[in-house]
């Protein structure tokens, strides 16, 4: 079974400038996260996905950000314009089912450089 | 909200000792305590968890531990080997919403 797949792995970009990540969840997740980890720091929620359907977008820093998952399958990730405050490891993750039973698994991340 | 803190954020240990690594949640009412563990470059990996409804659980060489009471819980690792060497993060699931709030990560590293 695949597991869940981010791309890029890495991407560096100006200030100012427009980057999108995608995360492919495992088949059949329903449940989609978004997090980030800024170096040293705590991975932080910022947003989650049942099938189409934002459940909760607390975390999502500023309007900068925008989350979709066209059709509940992948989700993307666009950051516009970025910012130096953007940089760090962006985290997908899927379950399969919410509440206490639904361990996370993770991509590898997409590392955001900002310059 | 949860709030998670996590402490040591470095630990370095001799092949064969023990590690222990402590989090705090804020959140009296989150229900489940997932520990991940991330090798370099690689992704976080689900390594053991415990429900609030237990108070101790152990798979091998690592155990973790719940107070519920203080609102603590804690990763044991016995017999560390160099594999071992990671970062660890311990996580709280915040009972209103269904989202995972992390600590910030412990280092571990193994000495042989």
New interface residues.
């Given amino acids: 079974e695949a ?2 797949t981010q791309f890029p792995s890495h991407s560096v970009i100006e200030k100012g400038q427009t980057v999108t990540l995608r995360c492919d969840p495992i088949s059949g997740h329903d ?1 989609l ?1 978004w ?1 980030r980890r800024v170096m ?6 910022l947003l ?1 996905f049942v099938k189409e359907s934002k ?2 977008e ?1 975390g999502m820093p500023n309007n900068r950000f925008l989350a979709e998952r066209t059709g509940g399958t992948y989700s993307t990730l666009k950051v516009q314009p970025a910012e130096l405050e953007d940089s760090g490891v962006y ?1 997908c993750a899927s379950s399969h089912a ?3 039973t ?3 698994f ?4 997409s590392r955001l450089t900002v310059l | 909200g949860e709030n998670v803190e996590q402490h040591p954020s470095t630990l370095s240990v001799q092949e064969g000792d023990s590690a222990v690594i402590k989090c705090t949640y804020s959140d009296s009412a989150s229900n489940y305590f997932p520990w991940y563990k991330q090798e370099l470059g690689k992704r976080p990996q689900l390594i053991i968890d415990i429900r609030s409804n237990v108070g101790e659980k152990k798979d091998q060489r690592i155990a973790v531990t719940l107070n519920k009471t203080a609102k603590h819980f804690s990763l044991h690792i016995t017999e560390t080997q160099p594999e071992d060497s990671a970062v660890y993060f311990c996580a709280a699931r915040e009972a209103l919403y269904d989202k995972l709030i992390f600590g910030t990560g412990t280092r571990l590293q193994v000495f042989p």
């Fill in positions: 597991g869940v449940n996260y997090y040293g720091k705590e991975i932080k929620f989650h459940q909760d607390s985290f919410p509440g206490p639904g361990e996370l993770f991509g590898e991340g």
